[in-house]
Structures are given as structure tokens and as C-alpha cells.
């Protein structure tokens, strides 16, 4: 098998792990579940992968990267510190029943369980934060934004987008996603010296 064979087969079983994590969860999957949808023997997926743990975490890192691949569309932009901040307020809503908060929330339950997981759940979940801290440095930087400390804000910004994130994935019509909008829009503008309406 080529290099360029070898890493299109990859590419394809990450996405089927996907799948298959998707409908049956990070902790009921097995390699035989994945390599029988993605029709192929059980040792190639050991010969990719080694463990089940370094499958699992590895599917749950490539559907993560998508988001980020998002984020670093918006963070690296030429735009103000105010519309990347409205942009990644958006980005970070779960679009109805999610593939990816789903990933995300299993990732984080199944981090309790495997290291691996946990490492990558952990590296990824940083770097929104990283990412949000420094867009809110950027507009302290150029007078947009209030803010005596930039990563706390990003953190307790980003703990309450999480905790609503959840709510609104997991359980319909808990809250509304103007609500979720509205909410984080308020908190966010609390901690940066904004109007909320500044956020629309």
C-alpha cells in the first residue's frame, strides 16, 4: 500500500469511527463495530490505531479539528476583536441535534475513563480558550474591550457557553437557542465593558 493509499484509508476509517461513535457512543464502541462498517478486517484497524483507546481518541480528535479548522478560519482573519468575538460566539452554539457537541460531551465523560481521551480533550478544550483569550487581548489591546485579565474572562466566558452548550444538545426545549444567544451575550459583555446589543 502507498503512503498516499495508506493515509486516504486512515482518513476514511477516522470518519467511520466517527459514525460509529455518533450512534453508538465513545464507551460502547468497539474496533469490530468500526471496522465493520467501514468494511474492513478488525486487524487493519489495529494495525492503524494499535488500541481501542488510541481509535477512540484519535476519532474523537479528528471531529474535533473540524471545529477548530472553523476557529482558525475567524482568529486569523484581518477582522476587529469585536466581530471575531461575535463570530466565535456564534461558532460555538450547537446547530440543532450536533455531531459535533455530541462528540464533544461524550469526550468529556469518556475522559473520566481514558487517559487518552482526556489528553486530547484536554489539548483541544485549551485551545478554544487559548483562542477566545487572545481575540479579547486584541480588543483590550486596541480599546474595544474592558478587561483586566483577558484568559480568566476567556475561562468563565467559556464555562458558562459550555454548560449551556450541554443543555441545549442534550436536552429539547430545556432552553431555546435565543436563550442560550441572549445569555451568553450578556455574560460575555459583562466581563468585557460591552453593551450586550454591541453582540448582535
Not at 461524550?106 to 487518552?116: V, Y
Not at 489528553?119 to 478544550?125: A, F, G, K, M, Q
Not at 464555562?159 to 436536552?171: E, K, N, P
Request: hydrophobic residues 50%.
Amino acid at each position: 500500500m502507498t503512503r498516499r493509499a495508506a493515509d486516504v484509508r486512515l482518513d476514511s476509517l477516522l470518519r467511520t469511527a466517527c459514525d460509529v461513535i455518533v450512534e453508538r457512543g465513545l464507551a460502547n464502541t468497539r474496533t469490530a463495530d468500526v471496522a465493520q462498517a467501514a468494511g474492513v478486517s478488525q486487524a487493519l484497524v489495529f494495525y492503524h490505531f494499535a488500541t481501542k483507546e488510541r481509535l477512540l481518541a484519535q476519532a474523537f480528535a479528528y471531529a474535533v479539528e473540524q471545529d477548530l479548522a472553523r476557529l482558525d478560519v475567524v482568529v486569523r482573519s484581518s477582522a476587529p476583536p469585536l466581530t471575531k468575538l461575535r463570530k466565535l460566539l456564534r461558532l460555538y452554539t450547537p446547530p440543532g441535534r450536533s455531531i459535533s457537541w455530541s462528540m464533544w460531551i461524550d469526550g468529556w465523560a469518556e475522559s473520566l475513563r481514558t487517559p487518552e481521551v482526556e489528553r486530547v480533550s484536554r489539548r483541544l478544550d485549551l485551545r478554544w480558550r487559548q483562542d477566545l483569550a487572545a481575540v479579547i487581548a486584541d480588543g483590550v489591546t486596541d480599546g474595544t474591550f474592558v478587561c483586566a485579565d483577558p484568559l480568566a474572562a476567556a475561562w468563565r466566558i467559556n464555562a458558562v457557553m459550555d454548560g449551556l452548550a450541554v443543555q441545549l444538545a442534550v436536552h429539547e426545549r430545556v432552553i431555546s437557542r435565543r436563550q442560550f444567544a441572549d445569555w451568553i451575550r450578556l455574560i460575555t459583555a459583562r466581563e468585557l465593558g460591552l453593551d450586550p446589543a454591541q453582540l448582535d
